[in-house]
């Protein structure tokens, strides 16, 4: 069985570009997941194939789901990646949306059949989506760094260029497949707090999905991802309030991002003491009845 299984061929599309999102490691607080499920529910769009995840998953890591069809028959569902197609009539350009979870193994292979695909469908542009966790407040703007194939790509849409060295994702290995084939590519990454990292954060999904508009020059309604980001930043606002420490930390952080001379570490509680502590409150929250 070949790895990618066509539903049906989208021929005719307009200087396509590609843009990825992995759940996973890449994903910090699911922002990037967040975004392109976003995007792809904003401009109507539509499956075209997927990847069999046989050859690239470890299913006791990313288990398969038992689902009832019509309350009766079990079904189970693997863990797959989809493509979907997104046709935007008044924009410069349409796009390819790629979804999935970060692959186990193989992921040279994994990495070249999507160059595969990009050539076959005649993209012009690969656009990676990824999140990590970082020292930065919640109340202030999202950082959105990047790189690109293109330097001039950079300074034009304002980013941060990224110097990290380290350990590094399916996201940072496609970006480099697609620089070695000569494919412009970009990847761009949302900074999220660590200290709330196990609450979604839609703020920083649609700082994502924003920068992006940028980049690929197509318009996205994102008023529902807008709605959540506030109602996101209101209820970790109050968890921080309702705790000095945390509130010490978090003012701490405000100072830090505005000032590139950050004070002498104090005795504040630790990352995970209050990543414990929000969750705990806004967990607390939820279960709270409707007034």
């Avoid at 021929?11 to 910090?28: E, H, Q, S």
């Avoid at 990646?81 to 935007?88: D, H, K, N, S, T």
Wanted: one cysteine or more; charged letters at 20%.
């Amino acid at each position: 069985m070949q790895p990618l299984q066509w539903e049906h061929r989208p021929d005719g599309l307009r200087a396509p570009a590609l843009v990825c999102a992995f759940k996973g490691w890449n994903d910090a607080a699911d922002a990037a997941s967040t975004a392109i499920t976003a995007v792809a529910g904003a401009l109507g769009a539509t499956r075209f194939a997927t990847i069999d995840p046989e050859d690239f998953y470890d299913f006791q890591a990313t288990r398969p789901r038992i689902k009832l069809v019509e309350g009766r028959t079990r079904e189970i569902v693997w863990p797959k990646v989809e493509l979907f197609e997104a046709r935007i009539p008044r924009a410069p350009r349409d796009l390819i949306l790629l979804a999935g979870s970060e692959p186990s193994f193989r992921w040279r292979s994994f990495t070249q059949l999507i160059v595969e695909l990009v050539e076959a469908l005649g993209a012009q542009l690969v656009v990676t989506l990824g999140a990590l966790l970082a020292d930065v407040p919640h109340t202030r703007s999202v950082s959105v760094t990047g790189l690109a194939s293109d330097p001039a790509l950079v300074a034009r849409l304002g980013l941060t260029a990224s110097s990290y060295e380290g350990p590094t994702g399916i996201v940072g290995v496609l970006h480099t497949a697609c620089q070695q084939a000569g494919l412009p590519s970009a990847s761009l990454w949302a900074a999220v707090p660590h200290y709330i990292a196990a609450a979604p954060n839609p703020k920083a999904a649609l700082a994502l999905v924003r920068k992006l508009e940028g980049l690929v020059g197509v318009a996205v309604d994102a008023s529902g991802l807008e709605a959540a980001a506030a109602d996101y930043e209101r209820q970790v606002s109050l968890a921080v309030q309702s705790d000095p420490d945390i509130q010490a930390f978090v003012e701490r952080l405000e100072q830090a991002a505005g000032d590139e001379e950050a004070d002498q570490p104090g005795s504040l509680p630790s990352g995970d003491t209050i990543a414990r502590d929000l969750q705990r409150f806004l967990r607390q929250r939820d279960d709270e009845p409707e007034a």
